[in-house]
């Protein structure tokens, strides 16, 4: 149990496109979902924290116009990167709250590596 | 300093070593404690998952968590080379609907044949 996927896994775009990532917990139901970016050889880190029904929080130095959150059902929340540039070029892992209370944790996605040209 | 801190090694050993990996943290509201395994251009997959102080054993691997000393380790019995990857400790405290989750830096694993 507990898997969660996303698609795509890569994409490769121009400068100034949009682009979309889905992420789908398959087995369970998620009110919460958590986008993370990370650079290679380092740890995640957190862009935003996504609640069904309700407008996405984000993290301090994240562009909430670049990076649209969207979280329209208990088993989807999708990324959209607009008008992506290089440096936005990255690996984009979601991850899925699922338990009770205060014990809920997150189970990830495979992630989508993202290059924009 | 850091909330969480991780060496990030790397760290090599042979196959079948014992493997210790640890992390320490300075916030005593800490109360869960995750261990992730991280395979090279994958998404983390939780390993262990504790609450508060003790010990937790699955299979080869078993988590200690000791909130006295802030200090958190996941030991590796008999490794393997499939063990190979990045392991990121994770922590979180329990007040209200906070599930944010604080990471190490992650530490790379190689388990040689």
């Known amino acids: 149990g507990a898997v969660v996927s996303q698609h795509p896994s890569w994409v490769i775009c121009k400068s100034g496109t949009s682009v979309k990532i889905e992420c789908r917990s398959l087995?369970?139901?998620?009110?919460?979902m958590f986008w993370y970016r990370q650079f290679p050889k380092q740890s995640l880190m957190l862009m935003a924290t996504s609640n069904e029904g309700s407008k996405a929080t984000y993290e301090q130095g994240v562009e909430k116009d670049k990076f649209l959150i969207n979280h329209a059902s208990l088993t989807l929340s999708t990324l959209t990167v607009t008008s992506a540039h290089p440096e936005d070029s990255s690996f984009y892992i979601c991850?899925?709250?699922?338990?009770?209370?205060?014990?809920?944790?997150?189970?990830f996605g495979p992630g989508t590596r993202l290059l924009v040209l | 300093q850091k909330e969480v801190e991780q060496d990030p090694g790397p760290l090599s050993v042979p196959e079948g070593a014992i493997v210790s990996l640890n992390c320490t943290y300075s916030?005593?509201?800490?109360?869960?404690f995750m261990w992730y395994r991280q395979y090279s251009r994958k998404g983390p997959e939780l390993l262990m998952y504790t609450y508060s102080s003790g010990n937790k054993e699955d299979g080869r691997f078993t988590a200690q968590v000791d909130k006295s000393s802030k200090y958190i380790s996941l030991f590796i019995r008999d490794s393997q080379p499939s063990d190979s990857a990045t392991y990121l400790c994770a922590m979180k405290d329990s007040g209200g609907s906070n599930y944010k989750l604080t990471f190490g830096k992650g530490t790379l694993l190689t388990v040689n044949p």
């Open positions: 916030n005593s509201a800490f109360q869960y």
């Open positions: 991850s899925a709250a699922r338990g009770g209370g205060a014990a809920k944790t997150q189970y």
């Open positions: 087995d369970f139901q998620a009110t919460t």
